[in-house]
């Protein structure tokens, strides 16, 4: 069994203009000690998809459909009560902002240990000592654990949030761009501490980043979001060398290959992504996509398997695979 | 013969440190070097790309440029004329703009896009007429790629997206038709997909009008992209300067080269464990006695430690601050 599973997760926000679609099923299973990387645009769902895991969504969000089922429970059918013994035991996540996540006027150890203390009924200084032990795994000094966040340098502060989302060893960890504020060489040095930690405690990781360069690096599998939906899944071999989606294709094309002898300044893509209150009929990224037909405009592409573990949300790859056999 | 628009000798920038009131009285105040000692020039129409992480004083390196943060030595020298403590500045505030890093917070949210691009026309009395003005402010709405300029005009900040944003704040810096432009990591906030098509209106703007950047980023792979020229800052002090292909493909100095190897590509798979400094990059307050890289090099000598490396040119136009290629040192 898989340690988790999503399908067809529908997330909606109410807003006054409308419902906004911004996870409109979404479905991807992952594997004991597996990396997932979530990538795309800004606006494409990925964060509400995590968000929508662990059950943390603003009162405005609610999962409209689907499941989430983390070896077996489903968590979209549980109320907040229920929902809040797994949070941190089973499934935790270390959000984007590093810098603002920490309250100020508390020590950074007692943020952990408080955790600790809710979760796992230790008591205060047990409570302090399993803090201590965690900012040893993550590499730093034990007696910083009762230091205030403003004692902390950026790197740290992220490696303390890795602490607290680890307090009560989680199966399942969610990093919400994990190294986005922070400096190559740090960033660097978290990945490395993300990766370590996952095959040390065959955690089941998912990775959110709208980086592409840096999943390579860490991840097993990938998930290309557009739009709320997944545009393209596979292995990153699949991703990074056999793109099927022209989305994929055309978002691997604008970082640039600084091992290439010729600079070339990539292309980009032209267009904005779409409102999601009222998203254009069909595939969602028609509107942008250079080899879209007239079927892409009035219906909505399946997720087909086109490999192994591949999967593609487009017509091309229908079409283009009789073309080429 | 490429001609020297811009030339920083020495410049530096020291903040004091007080802290407490014992302290302000009687003790001697902590001084941060945020830039310390750093020598370029930028030829009319080249973009220079200054490289380093955050803290390492590549932003107050552009801001002292433009006066804009108080130099503390140092001189600027701006078509021959220096800029340095000069009092009447606006002349120098005509040919040389500013782009920030952040659209969502350097556009005032109150005003119509057409008042924050127009304002400089106001403030330096540029334009008598109100078509004249409108006319300023479409051509730079257009050069900045938000066409049809018509549409934006009567537009505020929220209505636009990031990339939108991005370039009405462009527009702002272009309207008075710079011929030198600091660029301060004009492009980290945005997505990739929109960061190449507003990089490209930029280098629109060199081809077209001869405008010079300094173009300050953390990422080395977009330094290497657009620029002539790359600096690479670590604590104030510019490590490696050179063409943009020397540095790149001939690092010399081991922090570059650190950087370089440690740089994500999209689709390589590690093979080999990461090369990564240890550590992290100090204080720009705590004094460093030698090269101020020594405590992080991984190939660190005794000299390092003691005696600071001087600027060697190590090929024409490729200077390296390193004891690795001073002679007699080995």
């Known amino acids: 069994m898989s340690l988790l599973e999503v399908k067809d997760l529908k997330t909606y926000f109410t807003t006054s203009k409308g419902k906004t679609k911004a996870v409109d099923g979404v479905s991807f299973s992952l594997d004991y000690g597996q990396c997932l990387g979530l990538v795309g645009e800004s606006g494409c769902g990925k964060t509400t998809t995590a968000l929508s895991i662990c059950q ?9 459909d689907g499941q989430i089922l983390l070896e077996g429970v489903d968590y979209a059918s549980m109320t907040e009560t229920e929902i809040m013994k797994h949070r941190w035991a089973d499934v935790s996540i270390i959000f984007q902002g590093a810098m603002n996540a920490f309250n100020p006027v508390k020590k950074v150890g007692w943020q952990i240990a408080e955790a600790c203390m809710h979760h796992q009924n230790l008591t205060k200084e047990q409570a302090w000592e399993r803090a201590g032990d965690l900012f040893e795994m993550v590499g730093i000094a034990r007696e910083r654990v009762s230091q205030y966040p403003h004692e902390f340098s950026g790197g740290m502060k992220q490696r303390a949030m890795i602490a607290m989302a680890l307090a009560c060893s989680p199966k399942l960890i969610i990093g919400d761009e994990p190294t986005t504020a922070l400096d190559v060489m740090i960033q660097a040095q978290i990945l490395e501490l993300l990766e370590k930690l996952r095959k040390e405690l065959n955690m089941g990781m998912i990775l959110i980043t709208h980086d592409l360069s840096i999943l390579s ?50 292309d980009g893509i032209p267009g904005y992504p779409p409102n999601l209150i009222d998203p254009p009929e069909g595939c969602r990224f028609c509107p942008r996509c ?36 | 013969m490429a001609e020297k628009m811009l030339e920083v000798k020495d410049l530096k920038v020291y903040y ?32 220079l790309s200054l490289v380093g992480e955050s803290g390492s004083g590549k932003t107050t390196t552009g801001k002292a440029i433009l006066q804009l943060a108080p130099a503390s030595g140092g001189s600027i020298l ?92 462009i527009a702002g810096s272009l309207i008075m038709k710079p011929e030198f432009v600091v660029a301060d990591e004009p492009v980290s906030m945005l997505d990739a997909s929109i960061r190449t098509g507003i990089v490209k209106m930029m280098l629109e703007q060199r081809d077209k009008k001869g405008v010079a950047y300094l173009f300050i980023t953390h990422d080395l792979s977009l330094a290497w992209l657009i620029s002539d020229r790359i600096a690479i800052m670590y604590l104030g002090k510019i490590m490696e300067i050179g063409t943009a292909h020397e540095i790149i493909k001939n690092p010399k100095h081991p922090y570059t080269q650190a950087l370089l190897d440690i740089m994500p590509v999209p689709g390589k798979v590690l093979t080999e464990k990461r090369r990564i400094l240890e550590g992290e990059t100090p204080n720009a307050g705590t004094e460093v006695r030698g090269c101020k890289f020594c405590g992080r090099c991984p190939v660190a000598m005794e000299i390092c430690g003691q005696v600071e490396p001087e600027n060697k040119e190590v090929s024409p136009g490729h200077f390296v601050m390193c004891h690795k290629y001073t002679a007699g040192a080995e």
Do not use: W
Request: glycine share 8%; hydrophobic share 30%.
């Open chain 1, 56 to 64: 943390l969504l603003p009162k405005e969000g609610k999962v409209e």
């Open chain 1, 217 to 266: 690096e860490t991840c097993d599998k990938i998930a290309v979001m557009y739009a709320g939906k997944i545009a393209e899944l596979g292995t990153v071999d699949d991703i990074f060398n056999h793109p099927v989606h022209p989305y994929t294709k055309r978002l691997l094309a604008c970082f640039p290959n600084i091992n290439s002898e010729e600079r070339v300044i990539p």
């Open chain 1, 290 to 325: 250079a080899e879209s037909m007239e079927l892409c405009g009035s219906e909505e592409p399946e997720f087909l398997q086109v490999g192994p573990e591949h999967f593609v949300s487009c017509h091309l790859c229908k079409e283009g695979g009789e073309q080429n056999g």
């Open chain 2, 16 to 47: 004091e440190i007080k802290k407490g009131l014992a302290q302000t009285f009687f003790g001697k105040p902590q001084v941060l070097r945020a830039v310390d000692g750093v020598s370029f020039h930028i030829d009319r129409g080249e973009i």
């Open chain 2, 78 to 169: 701006f078509d021959g004329e220096e800029i340095a403590g000069k009092k009447d500045l606006s002349e120098f505030r005509k040919k040389a703009q500013m782009i920030y890093q952040d659209p969502y917070q350097s556009l005032n949210p109150r005003q119509y896009i057409s008042d924050i691009v127009g304002e400089p026309l106001d403030v330096n009395g540029l334009v008598t007429t109100q078509e004249e003005r409108n006319e300023r402010i479409r051509e730079a709405l257009e050069s900045a790629g938000l066409t049809p300029a018509d549409d934006y005009l009567y537009r505020r900040p929220f209505e636009l997206s990031g990339g939108q944003r991005q370039r009405a704040a």
